[in-house]
């Protein structure tokens, strides 16, 4: 029940003296106390009810306050059955504290009061859980068309007092409370993202309970009703698409018709989740058929032709692209028996939503193809992306996954990796196949690195770095050796730090001063260690060859 029922209750003689802005709070309890600290027997929520005795002088009040507050309780009613009216130096503390402050009159006594809350708490308990099954079930018989998300968790609020949010596996929120402050914070989505993803490899069964700060939640999966959830279904062919209801509550003392009523609430959204995919089916048809035409050598002016005809569905409310940048993701799985395509063909459409957009009806608008364990976007940029060639606002591969590498490394756990490649933007059809050729490339370079989730992006095609990733381990350990090993063997013998004289001179371009000034040595003690270093390797640091290959083993060492 709420505060502001309790005031509207005349027979209860409570008087409001502060916190008017607080009486949508829940009351969950009742407790009675002259304790100076009752903390221990509070649990949040209580209505607290007080005759006085604690207080002696005006500084006993500001702690006592304090300590309620701490504790969460909903609000103080204070008796005026020995002192007369209420303190004011209790009324400035609960107003600092902001604390709902009630006046008990001396003729109401506190057991008719405790009476008549935990009858009314129990009573619309009951009568709240009861209410919702029963509309929990007139939605689902009446189909999509009954509500989506947002909803339900309407329902789970206003009848329920449970605030809870959809979200994404990447923690983006696809529904949340409407209460004030029902915005979670991008941080605490991705942990309780993060969270289900880890909890749902373990292969527990939900709901998994989770402290963020101090905060209870419990995360009930949210699971395709068109899927098989039988036990030969692998779950890493679903958890990294899968949907998580999050409520800020602990179900661990739940009873069984709650928990029960919770698992329907997951399948009523699964609804609105079957529905964005059915709606996603044509657009991913559409960007196949392009795909296919882009990696067949077909025309451009047939490419051109298709996006055209395709634009409507592809790129509502946007018409033609003037430039587009491809995107190529890959899922992989230890073992490689399971296909990671549409995998990452879900995540790509999920990771390529702007992260500060909420709601299913954003991602509604990406279209990604798949082929084998890869997926592919074809990314259509903005017109004033025109005016910069798309270098300055055109997609980013560390950017894409930056809100996302947390949860989705805890969802790929120890067996799988996804990495991620995006190519230049390109300014017509002609250019599509030129920058799905580059994101394939970028993406092997992502690849090439250490990292659960790894991305790499045009700008670093058009260096050396390119080239390193792909030399074989066995070319690279004995290129480097070669080079290297005699000046790490003199190095040892007569600690002359050849190495680093060798990194510094290349560093410097093979300027002698320049090389000399960093290393504070005289130019002569300079030239006698390079002089040393040609010896050993019988190689010439004037030759360009020769400083070419120190600075490539250098870089693979």
Sequence with gaps: ???????????????????????????????????????????????????????????????????????????????????????????????????????VNERVAFATITEHVVRQVSGERAGDLAAVVDRHRRMMTSGP?????????????????????????????????????????????????????????????????????????????????????????????????????????????????????????????????????AARTVRRRLAQEVLELVQTGAAPAEIAARLRVAAPVLLPGLGAAPHWQVVVARVEWEGGEIEGGPVAQSLLEEILVDPLSAGPEHSDRIAVAHTGDEAIALVPLPAVSAEHD??????????????????????????????????????????????????????????????????????????????????????????TARLLDPLRDYDRRHRAELIPTLEAFLDCDGSWTRCATRLHLHVNTLRYRVGRIEQLTSRDLSRLEDKLDFFLALRMS
């Design 390 to 479: 798309g270098s300055e606002t055109g997609l980013l591969a560390d950017t894409l996954l930056e809100a996302v590498r947390v949860p989705l490394s805890a969802g790929l756990n120890d067996d799988g990796r996804l990495t991620l490649g995006v190519s230049a933007a390109v300014h017509s059809a002609e250019g599509l196949r030129g920058a799905l050729e580059e994101a394939r490339h970028a993406r092997r370079v992502a690849g090439a690195r250490p990292g659960r989730v790894c991305a790499a992006g045009h700008q670093e095609l058009a260096s050396h770095v390119l080239l390193l990733p792909f030399v074989p381990d066995d070319v690279r350990r004995a290129f």
């Design 1 to 103: 029940m709420r505060l502001r029922a309790l005031l509207d209750t005349d027979a209860l003689g409570l008087r409001l003296l502060g916190g008017e802005d607080e009486l949508d709070r829940t009351v969950r309890g009742v407790m009675t106390t002259d304790l100076k600290d009752p903390s221990r027997y509070l649990s949040g929520g209580e209505l607290v009810l007080t005759g006085l005795a604690w207080r002696h002088d005006a500084g006993d009040s500001e702690p006592f306050v304090r300590i309620l507050a701490g504790a969460g309780v909903a609000a103080l009613a204070a008796g005026e059955a020995e002192l007369g009216d209420v303190p004011d130096d209790l009324v400035l503390a609960c107003a600092r504290h902001r604390l709902p402050l009630f006046a």
């Design 145 to 277: 068309a009954g509500g989506g998300p947002d909803v339900v968790l309407d329902l789970l609020g206003t009848d329920l007092d449970l605030r809870a949010w959809v979200l994404s596996p990447t923690g983006r929120p696809i529904a949340g409370s409407k209460a004030e402050g029902g915005a979670l914070p991008a941080d605490v989505c991705a942990k309780l993202a993060a969270e289900h993803l880890a909890a749902a490899r373990t292969g527990r069964r939900g709901p998994h309970r989770v402290t963020v700060g101090t905060t209870p939640y419990s995360l009930f999966p949210v699971r395709s009703s068109g899927r098989s959830t039988g036990a030969s279904r692998d779950v890493r062919e679903t958890v990294l698409s899968d949907w998580v209801l999050a409520v800020e509550a602990d179900a661990g003392d739940w009873p069984e018709e709650r928990l029960d009523l919770l698992q329907g609430v997951t399948q009523l959204i699964a609804v609105e989740r079957d529905r964005r995919d």
